[in-house]
């Protein structure tokens, strides 16, 4: 039978003309009629098809026809901003179709059978090689469903940790519970140390026991609120009875900044960290790229900010993001194995042992799914196609039209850049653009106004108490020039109160 997903010459042929062509003039989002159109179309309990079979050409059909015009073009459109959704590499998606053909479940390492796990294991080092984190340093690490879930790993391992030491012997977090750990260990509470968190921190502190409410943000100003307060960090770590975990943003959502300065700023969280017996987990979602810049002055200042991140316990890297593979994908990574192992074991369970020992373990003991997607398998393609310096270009296209737009913004008489006078355009902004309009009827309705041209969508959010616009460049599509244009005529035509033409630019 032909095969055409495995034609190599029919799919390099096809990668290489998606690869080059980039940019692209699809919409960002379906038009409200084709939503309510393929809403009508979709099965109904109680009516004669419903659940009674058709012909897969007929599925087809009506996936084709129905369903994905009233999907979101935050994989096409170069100009999906919204979030930090990311896109999808050709090579990538191609990568996510043998996936899925192959269907590998990359959950016991069997060398002998299969080579998914060690791939897995390569793809991990390759990542670890990118973000320049140290050859063979990060031996504790896994692929995760994203950066929420890598968040929950770093939350689970620093709490093993941090009791583990306090127990001081054979027990350990992952026999006793937290409650029993807690009680023997004379903890009498766990608090998370941040500063800018993403809402899934406290999510995760939720899951592993810990409690939203054990989420503390330590801001060092009220203009600068991703900053770490390190002094109100040694005051918190100082409380006798407590353990503390303290989990660093790189970067904050809003405004893309990060909670330390530079190696100096880790060097102190580090010593603190230390001194009290505290685990220092990252957040570097997106931020962590910043690390994959190449070494142009231009990112001097974004480089320096994260220098210093090898000084942690755990990192948490998103796939989907910035890498533009398919969702869902993150990376986790600390330095010992033994952690993870000490929380996500299956304990006697001989069907799922691997056999022979081996440095390579078992997935199914260090994270958070026994069987799993060999998800592993875009990031390795994507690694492998681009290579170091093919990446770094990707990401300098993302921060040049990040920039070009942040330029448009500070210049301009109806807008206004935030954080306000803060960012230094030509060397903080990575790939938000936060600003507001300056007009205040204008400012309210902002967001609807830019995403109803159909051409241009981005996120609103508040910034200090009022509201504001959010545009985040994560698609390895951008053409920092095209791209720029269209998103200043859009900004243009919206605060002079004019209709928009994709046709005019
Ligand atoms: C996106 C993001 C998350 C959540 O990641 P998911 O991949 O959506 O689970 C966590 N932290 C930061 C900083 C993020 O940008």
């Not at 793809?123 to 690490?141: F, I, K, P, S, V």
């Not at 022979?356 to 393609?381: D, K, M, T, W």
């Not at 448009?408 to 903080?428: M, N, Q, T």
Request: charged share 20%; hydrophobic share 40%; glycine share 8%.
């Amino acid at each position: 039978m032909e095969d055409r997903l495995l034609d190599i010459s029919a799919q390099g042929l096809r990668l290489t003309q998606q690869r080059n062509q980039p940019s692209s003039d699809e919409p960002t989002l379906p038009a409200p009629a084709a939503l309510r159109a393929a809403e009508t179309t979709l099965p109904v309990p109680g009516t004669s098809s419903y659940l009674a079979g058709c012909a897969q050409e007929d599925t087809v059909r009506h996936i084709v026809e129905d369903i994905i015009p009233a999907l979101n073009g935050q994989g096409l459109s170069s100009r999906y901003f919204g979030f930090v959704t990311g896109g999808v590499l050709p090579i990538a998606e191609w990568a996510d179709n043998v996936v899925s053909r192959m269907d590998q479940n990359v959950q016991v390492h069997l060398p002998g059978q299969t080579i998914s796990t060690t791939v897995e294991h390569v793809a991990l080092e390759m990542t670890a090689g990118l973000l320049r984190l140290g050859d063979g340093a990060w031996m504790g690490r896994t692929f995760t469903t994203g950066a929420t879930a890598s968040n929950v790993l770093g939350l689970a391992c620093g709490r093993e940790h941090v009791l583990n030491r306090r127990l001081g012997g054979e027990d350990t977090v992952g026999e006793l519970g937290v409650l029993a750990a807690c009680l023997k260990a004379g903890v009498s509470e766990i608090q998370v140390l941040t500063s800018g968190a993403h809402s899934s921190l406290s999510k995760a502190a939720s899951v592993v026991g810990l409690g939203r409410g054990s989420v503390k943000e330590l801001r060092r100003s009220a203009d600068k609120p991703w900053e770490l307060d390190l002094g109100a960090l040694e005051a918190a770590l100082r409380k006798p009875g407590v353990a503390s975990l303290i989990a660093v943003s790189a970067g904050e959502v809003n405004s893309g900044g990060f909670a330390l300065k530079d190696v100096a700023e880790w060097g102190k969280v580090r010593e603190l960290a230390d001194k009290y017996g505290a685990w220092i987990h990252v957040d570097g979602a997106f931020g962590v790229f910043a690390r994959a810049l190449d070494e142009r002055e231009a990112y001097k200042t974004l480089r320096e900010r994260v220098e210093g991140l090898t000084l942690a316990d755990s990192i948490t890297v998103d796939g989907h993001k910035l890498l533009n593979v398919p969702y869902d994908c993150g990376m986790f990574f600390t330095r010992s194995p033994a952690i993870m192992q000490s929380v996500f074991t299956n304990p006697n369970a001989a069907y799922l042992s691997a056999g022979a020992p081996s440095s390579i373990p078992s997935p199914l003991n260090i994270g958070l799914e026994n069987s799993r997607r060999f998800r592993a398998l875009p990031a390795y393609a994507v690694l492998h196609s681009e290579g170091r310096t093919g990446f770094a270009t990707l990401l300098s296209n993302m921060v040049q039209l990040a920039r070009n737009v942040a330029s448009f913004v500070r210049d301009s008489e109806h807008y206004l850049l935030l954080p306000e006078g803060e960012a230094s355009v030509d060397d903080d902004i990575f790939m938000t653009v936060l600003f507001r309009a300056k007009d205040a009827a204008l400012n309210q309705v902002l967001v609807d106004k830019i995403n109803q041209t159909r051409q241009l969508y981005v996120s609103g959010t508040s910034w200090a108490g009022e509201k504001a616009v959010r545009l985040a460049v994560s698609n390895w599509k951008v053409d920092a020039e095209k791209d720029f244009k269209v998103v200043a005529s859009i900004l243009t035509a919206v605060a002079e109160g004019r209709e928009f033409s994709i046709d005019n630019v």
